[in-house]
């Protein structure tokens, strides 16, 4: 499949590394769906889009081929790769373990004003939904998980899992309109942030374990519905 062009626009930030900023917005378009599995990506068509030369072109794709996003054939061509289910199981793995332990501390600590700002990010959500509008549904859903990251003081820890969950989060982009997982979502947040409000620490960890199993025990329906996106499992 050929890129045509890339969705959206870019605006160079002077003030920041060219390399990374080309890999966010690689990233965020693979990540969201808006370039399919499959799309190549030529590196002098890149280098036009964003109006820089080719070897930040280059290294940014080189740290997409590193996060699985990508695949590399040299002297040939960049295509987007097809959804990783190992990376996104481990990814997967990665999370639960540091999500559930993170709920069972904030639950205990009740950071002050994490309760007004999960339920503002709650509400912005809910409004995302009702406008239909998926795209600002997903930022909200990072925002509310991120800030929650940073009110257990693990912040880097955030980074770390973003970094690791390309294929798991395009596998949660797939599911996301489907079978009212939009809706689901958010009554998992509103659980997960009414246990920690209420200071339930096993309830607050079955929420956060309910709300992360959802899209990957829907593998066969997500594999079925989009059979050229997700790679088949091995052997």
């Not at 740290?63 to 990376?87: G, K």
Request: aromatic share 4%; proline share 5%.
């Amino acid at each position: 499949m050929a890129l045509q062009s890339l969705p959206g626009n870019f605006n160079l930030d002077r003030s920041r590394n060219a390399t990374v900023q080309v890999f966010e917005h690689l990233r965020d378009l693979i990540v969201t769906i808006a370039l399919e599995p499959g799309t190549v990506l030529a590196r002098q068509q890149l280098a036009e889009y964003f109006k820089l030369s080719t070897t930040p072109i280059r290294d940014a794709l080189l740290r997409l081929e590193e996060e699985r996003l990508v695949d590399i054939y040299p002297q040939h061509l960049t295509r987007v790769s097809a959804i990783d289910l190992a990376s996104a199981r481990q990814a997967h793995v990665l999370r639960l373990s540091v999500e559930l332990e993170m709920a069972h501390q904030l639950s205990k600590q009740r950071p002050p004003n994490l309760d007004g700002s999960l339920s503002d990010l709650i509400t912005r959500q809910q409004q995302a939904l009702e406008r239909k509008d998926l795209e600002s549904f997903a930022r909200i859903d990072l925002e509310f998980h991120r800030t929650m990251y940073a009110a257990a003081d693990i912040a880097d820890l955030w980074d770390l899992v973003r970094r690791l969950s390309g294929n798991l989060d395009r596998l949660r982009r797939l599911h996301l309109p489907l079978n009212s997982k939009a809706r689901r979502i958010l009554d998992d947040h509103s659980a997960i942030a009414n246990a920690i409000a209420a200071g339930a620490s096993d309830q607050a960890r079955e929420a956060v374990r309910h709300h992360l199993s959802g899209t990957l025990s829907e593998i066969d329906a997500l594999r079925d519905k989009y059979p050229d996106f997700v790679l088949p499992p091995p052997g």
